[in-house]
């Protein structure tokens, strides 16, 4: 194995080494945000070994609320017994007459054993997400026994000890080690997983923009063929069985997000003809940030497993996570197909299958894999304008993102550029049209507005640079790169470039990594989005694939 894939493998194994986190949580699990009851008194309530007053004392001398107390004087204290033998103490403070209070510490306290089982200050105590549980996404998924195995079986095929100094090797090796900082997040170092992101997206971003610009010759030039270690044929098994393994591991050791949660909330709300935004449950209150297009997509799933009513196993969003999921894969492999043959899309595929976060994005039950889905079925329609404005509508009404692709795609066919940009606007437009006649029908377009963009415009979140530092200076940057990006898609759309499918997948990954370069929250689920564009611009340079055996050296 080449040094590039020894290294991407070890860190991998980063992931296993790093612990999964510092609290002692059963996996899976988050704290409950609705307590049972909420008494200051001084007395023992049926089942409870401590009385209120008691867990509020011993709180009350965790270092770090000693700190934030001393900050602010004024700090109040309540203390709520939760559902599973704990008491939460939270500590607020009044920030202004009218305005929400401020939670300033948090602190968990175990009612039969009297000790402090987990303490949180600063975004830790509003973001769960922060706090390193075992299993809050993707459960299994983490586990190096999974992850491991499968962040090798993404770089085998490749491998090829006769260049072990290829380009893609080194790409390859970038593309894993997304892990690395995933493992630092499941040990709740936000301060460790957020910067070593960035690097990552500048250098795929940088990649895409080479490959994408490099024109008319680079598509034109003789080419090589993609040298496997393994036969095409032995890819294709591999794909279905591990196609087969992720729905048996979504199907038995998965949870369900807020996010899938969310579509199957608004599926069963547009199945009904009700309002899509500015009414769901408080359980999941702003879960109506989606565009249109999300809940229309989970009404199938939802309709033949209906929801509950409560945030439970949620049957239907697992469903539409294996479908989105199969959907993409699918994809993955016609888009190659129609670019260097069926040999092609079998890798493809066989990527998709086997890159970690895929699986991480099915195994959270999230709706990411639909966004990288339906932004493929645009590039599988390129070459018809109408088809193509259509479908990245549908692409663009799920998480906005796509939407800045619409000056790429539109003017994607340049021998007929006037008439393709005139059919593509048309497809877009009566798409878009089509997609919010139930949004209009049962809500105002400002109420949609508030609930979707302008609510993600006004979030914070620690897991970006953005959101986990603070100054007036890193606003004006990021103002400055989410200028950069907007203007930058604009760009791309008019400047020479390559004008095949490689070329349209490598300017696609651009845009969407250099969008997320900008984003005050960004995920590990939102990879999937740019990951088969960075794929297809990386292996549809080559003719197809073949395998080129091993060669060991001659003994003397």
């Not at 670019?339 to 493809?348: E, N």
């Amino acid at each position: 194995m080449t040094r590039a894939a020894c290294c991407a493998a070890l860190l991998t194994f980063l992931l296993a080494a790093l612990p999964a986190s510092a609290q002692t949580r059963k996996p899976g699990s988050q704290p409950t945000s609705s307590p049972l009851l909420g008494d200051a008194r001084d007395a023992i309530a049926p089942g409870r070994r401590l009385t209120p007053e008691q867990a509020g004392a011993i709180a009350d001398r965790v270092t770090i609320v000693r700190r934030e107390r001393r900050r602010d004087p004024t700090a109040t204290r309540e203390v709520t017994a939760k559902d599973d033998g704990r008491w939460q103490v939270s500590y607020f403070v009044d920030i202004a007459p009218g305005r929400p209070r401020n939670e300033i510490a948090q602190v968990y306290v175990g009612d039969r054993s009297g000790k402090v089982l987990e303490a949180y200050t600063g975004y830790k105590v509003a973001w769960t997400m922060a706090r390193g549980y075992p299993g809050a996404f993707g459960r299994v998924v983490n586990s190096p026994i999974v992850w491991v195995p499968l962040a090798i079986l993404f770089v085998v095929p490749f491998v090829q000890p006769r260049r072990p100094r290829r380009m893609l090797h080194l790409d390859l090796l970038v593309l894993s080690a997304f892990s690395l900082s995933l493992a630092f997040f499941n040990a709740a170092q936000i301060g460790m997983s957020v910067p070593l992101v960035y690097p990552l997206l500048l250098y795929l971003l940088g990649r895409m923009l080479w490959i994408g610009l490099r024109g008319r010759a680079a598509a034109g030039q003789a080419r090589r063929p993609l040298a496997l270690l393994v036969p095409v044929s032995w890819l294709a098994i591999a794909v279905v069985f591990l196609l087969g393994f992720r729905v048996a591991l979504n199907v038995t050791r998965s949870n369900v997000i807020d996010v899938g949660y969310a579509g199957v909330i608004g599926a069963d709300r547009f199945a009904d003809g009700r309002e899509l935004y500015g009414a769901f449950p408080d359980n999941n209150q702003n879960g109506d940030t989606y565009g249109p297009v999300v809940y229309a997509a989970y009404v199938p799933f939802e309709q033949a497993l209906p929801w509950s009513g409560k945030w439970d196993d949620v049957p239907a969003a697992h469903a539409a996570a294996i479908g989105f999921d199969l959907l993409a894969c699918l994809l993955c492999f016609l888009v190659g197909r129609r670019v260097r043959g069926p040999g092609l899309g079998i890798v493809l595929a066989y990527c998709w299958v086997t890159f970690p976060f895929t699986l991480y994005a099915s195994m959270s039950n999230a709706n990411d894999a639909l966004v990288g889905a339906l932004v493929l079925a645009a590039l599988w329609v390129a070459g018809r304008p109408l088809a193509r404005g259509g479908m990245l509508a549908l692409a663009g009404l799920t998480k906005f993102a796509p939407l800045v692709l619409a000056p790429l795609f539109a003017t994607h066919d340049a021998s007929r550029r006037r008439r393709g940009v005139t059919l593509f606007a048309i497809g877009f437009a009566v798409t878009a049209a089509l997609a919010f006649v139930p949004v209009v029908a049962h809500n105002s377009l400002r109420s949609f507005w508030d609930a979707s963009i302008a609510f993600q415009a006004q979030r914070g979140s620690p897991f970006s640079v953005w959101g986990l530092y603070e100054g007036a200076w890193i606003d004006k940057v990021q103002l400055g790169v989410q200028i950069w990006a907007v203007v930058g898609a604009v760009v791309l759309a008019f400047v020479p470039r390559r004008r095949d499918l490689v070329g349209l997948a490598a300017c696609s990954a651009a845009i969407l990594i250099a969008l997320q370069l900008g984003v005050t929250h960004w995920f590990y689920l939102y990879i999937p989005w740019f990951f088969p564009l960075v794929m297809l611009a990386l292996l549809g340079r080559w003719d197809a694939p073949v395998r080129v055996p091993l060669r060991l050296p001659a003994r003397a």
